[in-house]
């Protein structure tokens, strides 16, 4: 079902774990499964991303798919992070199952939310940017039980 690549990224993740005074940080969840996606960057004064790393409550596939995408950005410029989308992820990984698709999502959107951060913190536009769709935090305080 899954590409060598795929298991391999599950089984020996790359960039996991946080970063101590990150320039952007970003938290998301996948609306369809609950899964939690939490990446950190750390961004030069040339808006390059000098490193990264993610934690995740996920599935395999966002695992993966999340190491992949963290190998993908780093070294990057915020600009060229911004075109990494999760079908450039998935087709790096080999392709993913169709039904694993919306996983890869979390990573994407996990480091849009993190450039998101980096540039309210920093007071400049990324091009292309928007708000993020998912705040774990605030759909916490608003969630009544
Ligand atoms: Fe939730 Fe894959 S099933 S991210």
Known sequence: MYSEKVMDHFQNPRNVGELENASGMGTVGNAKCG???????????????????????????????????????????????MQITNQAVAEALDGLPPVKMHCSLLAEEAI??????????????????????????????????
């Not at 961004?43 to 996920?58: A, C, S």
């Open 112 to 145: 849009h939310a993190a450039l998101w951060d980096y540039a309210t913190k920093n007071h400049i536009t990324i091009e292309g940017l928007t708000k993020p769709r998912t705040d774990i935090s605030e759909e916490e305080e608003e969630e009544e039980y």
């Open 35 to 81: 899964d939690i996606m939490r990446m950190y960057l750390d961004i030069d004064e040339n808006q390059v991303i000098r490193d990264v790393r993610f934690k995740t409550f996920g599935c395999g596939a966002a695992v993966a798919t999340s190491s992949m995408a963290t190998e993908m950005v780093k070294g990057k410029t915020v600009q060229e992070a």
